[in-house]
């Protein structure tokens, strides 16, 4: 019995995500372990890890708080190099009710080269970012209900890219849909922790789980964040590659 107590005693403690402490001004059932982007192997994105593709020179100003975008005219800047296996926590805010933005991994390059203005990547694995007023919005611009997307952390393959999403879907099955609304209206800031491992791609919204899908063809390239026609703000990027 000694010799099991002592084993016991030796056995490594399992590691634990780095945790940041809960906002005071949070309600108390939100979880306190966001992923905050901070500890060993984690880096800050700042201006140097990104190259703008297709934008006009004021389309994206860093400034010392983050990254402010126009969203004009559509489209996206690119990290400077490709990645394959990591994890990216990011923060976002729209600025205007029914704004519309994103982030994208694995982008391949030859979906950004000479990409011209007014349109996005043909490829990669989109992070949906969409205000709430965006549903009203859409019905009242097209005359029929939004049902093919959510305002709460859509995940979905872009173009020539493929995944296979994880339930619930979308009504035409393309997409991941939010398990739970977790996502904030406008001018109030959002976390994303987004971790992308061997093809398979999962978001976390303001601390919890809730779209992702496996599979993904290609499972390395570009991350990208959009311009979609409205200003939006980004703070706290974040990244860590893995093995």
């Not at 490594?12 to 979880?31: G, I, K, R, S, Y």
């Not at 997409?175 to 609304?181: C, G, I, L, T």
């Not at 976390?204 to 992702?212: A, M, R």
């Amino acid at each position: 019995m000694f010799q099991t107590v002592l084993c016991t005693l030796l056995l490594p403690l399992p590691a634990q995500p780095p945790a940041v402490e809960a906002d005071a001004a949070q309600p108390a059932e939100t979880p306190a372990a966001l992923i905050d982007g901070t500890g060993p192997g984690w880096v800050t994105l700042g201006e140097k890890d990104f190259a703008d593709v297709n934008g006009d020179p004021e389309t994206w100003q860093w400034k010392d708080s983050g990254l402010y975008c126009t969203g004009k005219p559509v489209g996206v800047m690119r990290s400077t190099k490709p990645y394959k296996n990591f994890e990216y926590t990011l923060e976002w805010r729209h600025l205007k009710a029914a704004g519309n933005s994103g982030t994208f991994v694995w982008v391949p390059e030859e979906k950004l080269t000479d990409l011209p203005k007014g349109r996005l990547p043909g490829g990669g694995i989109e992070v949906q970012i969409l205000d709430h007023g965006y549903t009203e919005f859409y019905e009242s611009r097209f005359e029929k209900p939004g049902d093919w997307f959510s305002t709460d952390g859509d995940v979905f393959p872009v173009g020539s890219s493929k995944m296979t999403p994880f339930p619930p879907l979308s009504p035409n099955g393309s997409r991941s849909f939010p398990s739970e609304r977790r996502s904030k209206g406008v001018g109030e800031w959002n976390h994303y922790y987004v971790r992308a491992i061997n093809g398979e791609v999962r978001l976390w919204v303001n601390g919890k789980e809730v779209s992702g899908g496996t599979g993904c063809v290609p499972a390395e390239g570009f991350l990208c964040l959009e311009a979609e026609g409205s200003p939006i703000e980004f703070r706290n990027l974040r990244l860590r590659e893995l093995p």
